[in-house]
């Protein structure tokens, strides 16, 4: 499985890989990007598209918010699971992600076991 | 914002520490201060919209290297970007949960800045308005401060807790 993980901190970024290493054939199939932009760059330049993009909310440059709202409006990257982990924990948070095309919404902090089962799960239902 | 609101943020503290990092914070009013000459280390979020202000996790450079050490795992003796960086992840996760607490309490939304950090004592310089409550807590990894400052309160929710 290739997965695109996009959060501006790397401890984050690092934690993410350590959860999700048992998707991953290799090292590589884990891409990083800092914030939005960054990614729409990498989604753009190939190449392929990730199975699986899991995007942080605050980040400085594009939050992650837009840049889900700018994947759904691009029909290359639309239909894209994006899950979104996020600190932002007010029902009003989850409820603009998912109506912005989020596809689950997992609140920091998470344990590894909860957001490997978030994925089995939504790859299950795919 | 009334003290009940403030605590909110206090509590989110206590719990996450617990639950994140396995550290139990006791509140001890009479720890004794960071030493003049120890490097304070400051991760802090902005708060805007029903209350305005920041929360900010104060810290000694040993300590910080302590909680980024428990947070990933990886040992780490200075203070250096990750350490940094996982200073700010955690203030950020903490703030972010405690707007949750404060939704169930029925405050109306509050948003969050990007969180920060700030070497040094620099919030001695931001003390001239607003409320702010600082609390000093003991742990196994040294004293932790969490202070809420608290510029203006807009409306708690008229429907009342949800």
Do not use: H
Not at chain 1, 71 to 95: F, G, Y
Not at chain 2, 35 to 64: K, Q, R
Not at chain 2, 101 to 125: F, Q, T, W
Request: proline share 5%.
């Amino acid at each position: 499985m290739k997965l695109l993980v996009i959060d501006d901190s790397r401890t984050m970024r690092m934690l993410i890989r350590d959860a999700i290493k048992g998707f991953l054939s290799s090292p590589a199939d884990m891409s990083e990007a800092k914030e939005g932009e960054e990614a729409l760059r990498m989604l753009a330049s190939g190449p392929g598209l990730p199975d699986l993009i899991l995007a942080d909310w605050k980040m400085s440059g594009m939050d992650g918010l837009a840049f889900l709202k700018k994947v759904r409006s691009q029909e290359s990257t639309k239909t894209l699971p994006v899950i979104m982990i996020s600190s932002q924990s007010q029902s009003t948070d989850k409820a603009e992600a998912m109506a912005a095309g989020a596809t689950d919404y997992i609140l920091k902090p998470f344990e590894a076991k909860m957001l490997q089962e978030r994925i089995e799960a939504l790859f299950k239902k795919t | 914002m009334p003290d009940p609101y403030i605590d909110a943020f206090f509590a989110e503290a206590v719990d996450t520490f617990r639950s994140m990092l396995q550290v139990q914070l006791n509140e001890d009013p009479a720890a004794p201060k960071i030493p003049e000459d120890a490097l304070e280390v400051s991760a802090f979020v902005g708060l805007s919209g029903a209350a305005n202000g920041s929360l900010m996790l104060i810290v000694t450079e040993d300590v910080a290297c302590r909680l980024y050490a428990r947070f990933t795992k990886q040992a780490r003796t200075e203070l250096d970007e990750m350490v940094m960086d996982g200073l700010v992840e955690l203030v950020n996760i903490i703030g972010g949960n405690a707007l949750g607490r404060l939704e169930k309490a029925g405050v109306e939304r509050i948003v969050m800045s990007c969180p920060d950090i700030a070497l040094g004592r620099p919030r001695e310089n931001a003390r001239d308005a607003g409320k702010i409550v600082q609390r000093v807590y003991q742990s196994e990894l040294g004293p932790v401060t969490v202070e809420v400052k608290v510029l203006a309160l807009s409306l708690v929710n008229k429907e009342g807790p949800r």
